[in-house]
């Protein structure tokens, strides 16, 4: 099948590609190459992509009019994946008009280009963030998502309520999903366990907020890859639930769907792992928790498994020491550039 996927050169885009080139699908990937973080480590990953046959790489900003519009009209996709946005939660604080343009405009844009070009799945990345002030645990796509705390999270569901709208106006099969702290080779610099080997191999002091009571519910890039792998096949259609964890829509072929393990780990824990994996020991400067942060992630898997029959399942005894093994291989060094 033909595959459009937006944020190719980022961290997830540019793993789901390389899935979907490697069953031998053909990807046009699109990407803004925004310098949010090193563009240096976003060509390394167009280049790994570039080696492999069938892959189109397209590079523009979503949000200028009428520009994704055209590229579905050249690749006439057989399905969309959209997860390209303005990442980052505390960056939000400092920058919100960077998520208005990018996670609701960019998305609007999106929109309309699969309006115009229709295709067999939509599918739009969303974030655990979503949950926001809620307090129940674990998170369940059911929960109400009316106390966003930053505006990376209010973009996002505003993506989600937008994905909707669409899904139902113009039936167009959709599927969004909410990513739960995804980890991994390749990873984004920006990220707690990247800026954590970062310094602790540049013998810098490591900032761990709340404490180190904070606990995130870790997902590792391939256990996230193949549970969208798996959803792409299963475009929600109306009266047609799965279970009574669906949350099928009555109005519209639209599904909300977490992805996640829905086992936390303290970022102590998270630590204590890394600091063997990379044989040193952090110093750790306790902080409390900043504006927009959350306290505990923890994510209902039920809809997930009933979909598809898949939970992720990788430990972080696994997963960090894979993402070490790749960072000393690709910057050759003990320790990396700053983002």
Same mark, same amino acid.
């Given at each position: 099948?033909?595959?459009?996927?937006?944020?190719?050169?980022?961290?997830?885009?540019?793993?789901?590609?390389?899935?979907?080139?490697?069953?031998?699908?053909?990807?046009?990937?699109?990407?803004?190459?925004?310098?949010?973080?090193?563009?240096?480590?976003?060509?390394?990953?167009?280049?790994?992509?570039?080696?492999?046959?069938?892959?189109?790489?397209?590079?523009? /900003?979503?949000?200028?009019?009428?520009?994704?519009?055209?590229? /579905?009209?050249?690749?006439? %996709?057989?399905? #969309?994946?959209?997860?390209?946005?303005?990442?980052?939660?505390?960056?939000?604080?400092?920058?919100?008009?960077?998520?208005?343009?990018?996670? /609701?405009?960019?998305?609007?844009?999106?929109?309309?280009?699969?309006?115009?070009?229709?295709?067999?799945?939509?599918?739009?990345?969303?974030?655990?963030?979503?949950?926001?002030?809620?307090?129940? #645990?674990?998170?369940?796509?059911?929960?109400?998502?009316?106390?966003?705390?930053? @505006?990376?999270?209010?973009?996002?569901?505003?993506?989600?309520? /937008?994905?909707?709208?669409?899904?139902?106006?113009?039936?167009?099969?959709?599927?969004?999903?909410?990513?739960?702290?995804?980890?991994?080779?390749?990873?984004?610099?920006?990220?707690?366990?990247?800026?954590?080997?970062?310094? =602790?191999?540049?013998?810098? %002091?490591?900032? #761990?907020?709340?404490?180190?009571?904070?606990?995130?519910?870790?997902?590792? =890039?391939?256990?996230?890859?193949?549970?969208?792998?798996?959803?792409?096949?299963?475009? %929600?259609?109306?009266?047609?639930?799965?279970?009574?964890?669906?949350?099928?829509?009555?109005?519209?072929?639209?599904?909300? #769907?977490? =992805?996640?393990?829905?086992?936390?780990?303290?970022?102590?824990?998270?630590?204590?792992?890394?600091?063997?994996?990379?044989?040193?020991?952090?110093?750790?400067?306790?902080?409390?928790?900043?504006?927009?942060?959350?306290?505990?992630?923890?994510?209902?898997?039920?809809?997930?498994?009933?979909?598809?029959?898949?939970?992720?399942?990788?430990? =972080?005894?696994?997963? @960090?020491?894979?993402?070490?093994?790749?960072?000393?291989?690709?910057?050759?060094?003990?320790?990396?550039?700053?983002?």
């Amino acid at each position: 099948m033909r595959f459009l996927v937006t944020g190719t050169a980022g961290f997830i885009g540019f793993h789901l590609a390389r899935r979907l080139l490697a069953a031998g699908h053909a990807v046009t990937g699109i990407d803004g190459m925004t310098d949010y973080y090193d563009v240096a480590l976003k060509e390394a990953r167009l280049a790994e992509l570039a080696a492999l046959p069938d892959f189109t790489a397209r590079r523009f /900003m979503l949000e200028e009019p009428g520009a994704f519009a055209v590229a /579905m009209a050249e690749a006439r %996709p057989d399905i #969309v994946l959209h997860l390209a946005a303005q990442a980052g939660v505390r960056y939000s604080l400092e920058n919100p008009g960077a998520y208005v343009a990018s996670n /609701m405009v960019g998305t609007y844009e999106v929109l309309e280009g699969v309006r115009l070009h229709p295709v067999r799945h939509f599918l739009f990345a969303s974030t655990s963030s979503a949950y926001g002030g809620n307090r129940a #645990v674990p998170f369940r796509e059911t929960d109400a998502t009316a106390s966003p705390l930053t @505006i990376y999270a209010a973009s996002k569901i505003a993506g989600e309520a /937008m994905a909707h709208a669409y899904a139902h106006v113009w039936g167009v099969p959709t599927t969004a999903f909410r990513f739960f702290t995804v980890y991994g080779p390749w990873g984004r610099p920006d990220m707690a366990l990247y800026l954590f080997t970062r310094r =602790i191999l540049a013998g810098e %002091p490591v900032e #761990v907020y709340a404490h180190g009571r904070a606990e995130r519910d870790f997902t590792y =890039i391939d256990d996230l890859i193949e549970s969208i792998w798996r959803l792409t096949a299963l475009p %929600p259609a109306v009266g047609a639930p799965v279970s009574a964890a669906d949350t099928l829509s009555p109005v519209a072929p639209y599904r909300l #769907v977490n =992805i996640g393990a829905g086992r936390p780990v303290s970022v102590s824990a998270m630590l204590d792992v890394l600091e063997a994996a990379l044989g040193r020991r952090a110093e750790r400067l306790l902080k409390p928790l900043p504006p927009g942060d959350l306290v505990r992630t923890v994510a209902s898997a039920d809809l997930l498994r009933d979909l598809t029959g898949y939970v992720p399942a990788t430990p =972080i005894e696994v997963g @960090i020491p894979a993402f070490v093994a790749w960072y000393r291989k690709h910057y050759g060094e003990e320790a990396a550039p700053a983002p």
